[in-house]
């Protein structure tokens, strides 16, 4: 019955933070590893009586299969006796084995609920690393976009700087051609012009 109410405990639904806390203690709990050790010396008697069950009601089945075959021996009486040896022979039998399988499913289960917490606790750490991730990888999207844009400026940039220094060439170039012009026009004229461009 303590399996049975355990096994019901550990399956039943409950909150996962719920589950996580029971496992981690009925698993890290010094007493309860003492328990589950004494419990464990019991199920290895069951597991004797279990084979004992199992011969005791072959050995009767046998015995029932030769009184068949002498129907003119048996009576009400033995054949009652009979019928209540082999019935508890198969009480035994489907108690002991009931027993056996319920602490095996029980540990079995139990194991399988730990690995599932142990991996549902890895899923959200790695849930969590994704979504720094890809926050982080939004913030590195977001500044080689700056960084584009800081190419293009500087781009822009030079290349007004090249407009501008050829602005300036040419405004010098315009101004010796325009102070060349004003000595050859003084000298053709004579006149005197103080207007030169530096």
Do not use: W
């Amino acid at each position: 019955m303590a399996e049975v109410g355990l096994f019901t405990t550990i399956i039943a639904p409950m909150p996962f933070t719920m589950r996580k806390r029971l496992m981690r203690f009925l698993s890290d709990n010094p007493i309860i590893a003492k328990i589950q050790y004494g419990v464990s010396l019991p199920c290895f008697f069951i597991a004797v009586l279990f084979v004992d069950a199992l011969q005791r009601m072959i050995r009767i089945a046998q015995e029932g299969a030769k009184a068949k075959a002498q129907p003119d021996i048996t009576d009400a009486r033995t054949e009652m006796a009979y019928a209540a040896r082999r019935f508890y022979a198969q009480r035994n039998l489907y108690l002991t084995g009931a027993t056996l399988f319920l602490s095996l499913v029980l540990s079995r289960v139990f194991y399988i609920l730990l690995d599932f917490i142990t991996t549902q606790e890895q899923l959200n750490a790695l849930s969590v690393k994704t979504a720094k991730g890809s926050q982080a990888a939004g913030e590195t999207e977001e500044l080689r976009k700056r960084v584009r844009e800081l190419e293009a400026d500087l781009k822009v940039s030079q290349t007004q700087g090249r407009d501008f220094d050829t602005l300036k060439k040419q405004a010098s170039q315009q101004a010796q051609e325009y102070n060349r012009l004003a000595d050859e026009h003084v000298k053709a004229t004579g006149a005197k012009s103080d207007k030169k461009f530096d």
